[in-house]
């Protein structure tokens, strides 16, 4: 099995209702966390590399790891660029193997973003690689924006179907009230994800690929666990899964996490290095926050995204 683009996982998840996992991944410990939920879940997966991964990891010890995880596995998985922005950076991750690319040109004018995105999707079509967009900037909903200011950063569904049409987009990102990062929500609100966006959008765009950007739930025991093992992380809350999991059984057919993951791993560490601070070599610590990865993934998996058994 080689690495495959997300067109048949896309089909498959539309139709039968569920969400694909795309995990954000950076090194050796994440990329084995996360292939082995998926292997002994039979899930397919989306392993995902953003500009700053890259940067860390470098672009071919990244691409030698997945394709190791691919062999180790025997999964369908997809390679993928998150948050491509510009031509030449999904230019490179096409040249050198990706299997899919996001360009967002999002906090660009309508007219810029469907002139980068079409021409990045011109390049990939050539190559067989997939392209993402993304349309609505995520909600920075901790911000102190009145309701219509909020309101305007929300994907607009009458902008959609143009969108598609004129890019020959693959998949489309919108913004329905998720948000980057561990600090979603203040503690105390109740999130609410704009389900309405959401239909109205799948019903311009019948039978498309929907993507959510933004979809940690910030587990507060992890978060506890941070801070009671020296972090000092401020109240945060994320995305409710009951919110992912209609929204996986709808028209959305990727599901980005990252700072889930972070959470899981940096709770590992600690805990562990609080708890025996005479150990110092790295395999010690490294683990169980190995598994604590691969406990988090299997969880989105089946309690989340319930793409088990679809590999
Ligand atoms: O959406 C962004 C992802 O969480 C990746 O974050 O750019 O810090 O690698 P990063
Ligand atoms: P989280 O920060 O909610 O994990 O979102 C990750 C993401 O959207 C990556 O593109
Ligand atoms: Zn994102």
Redesign the pocket.
Known sequence: MALVTTKEMFEKAYNGGYAIG?F?VNNMEIVQGITEAAKDLNAPLIL?V?KGARAYANHTYLMKLVEAAVEETGLPIALHL??GDSFELCKSCIDGGFTSV?IDASSKPLEENIEITRKVVEYAHEKGVVVEAELGT?AGIEDEVNVSAEDSSYTRPEDVQEFVEKTNCDSL?IAIG?????Y?FKPGTKPQLRFDILEDVSQRLPGFPIV???????PQDFVAKINKFGGNMPGAI??PEDQLRKAASMAVCKI???????LAMTASIREYLAEHPDHFDPRQYLKPARAAIKDMVAHKITDVLGCDGKA
């Open positions: 795309a954000n995902q953003s998150d948050h996001m995520l990102a998720t948000s980057h990062g561990a979603k959510l950007h933004g979809s940690s739930s910030v994320g995305v980005n996490i990252d700072s889930d993951l972070r």
